[in-house]
């Protein structure tokens, strides 16, 4: 009876063993996300979101785009949050409005394989002014040919 009663105390042992070591393991990998998470938020809001600059050309895309066809009213942007699910809340989404299409620049938190996106391509974070620039070509593109004819 006692080897029966060891193997069920090492069968018990393992398993309480291997349950500390996969909450280890996915703590230390969510600590990991965190950090890389935090650091494309910090970059995406000090370039996108709170940057004067590119919000002022936001602007002044719409209000140009409103002069040249004053009566299409249908020129908008705005930032919000697309990703509903993800852990961090942040508005990880522009968006520009052209005649109900829709041009977008996008973060996406996916640990180590976060991206920023724009209209079907990919950024790392390092080339996030490289995507701004790309986002607002795009919109300007999209209203000449919404405007060709």
Known sequence: MKNLIEQLKDI???IINERLRKSEIKNKVE????????????KWNSEVLKNKTFINNLNIIQERFTKINPKNNKYSWMFYAADVSSKERVKDQVAFYLNY??????????????RVESFGQEYKIEELIKA???????????????NES
């Open 132 to 146: 701004k620039e790309k986002f607002l070509d795009t919109i300007l593109e999209v209203f000449k040919i919404q």
């Open 12 to 14: 018990e042992n393992n």
């Open 101 to 114: 299409e829709k041009v977008y620049l996008q973060l996406s938190l996916s640990g180590l394989y976060s």
């Open 31 to 42: 600590k990991r996300e965190q950090e890389i998470h935090k650091r494309y938020i910090e």
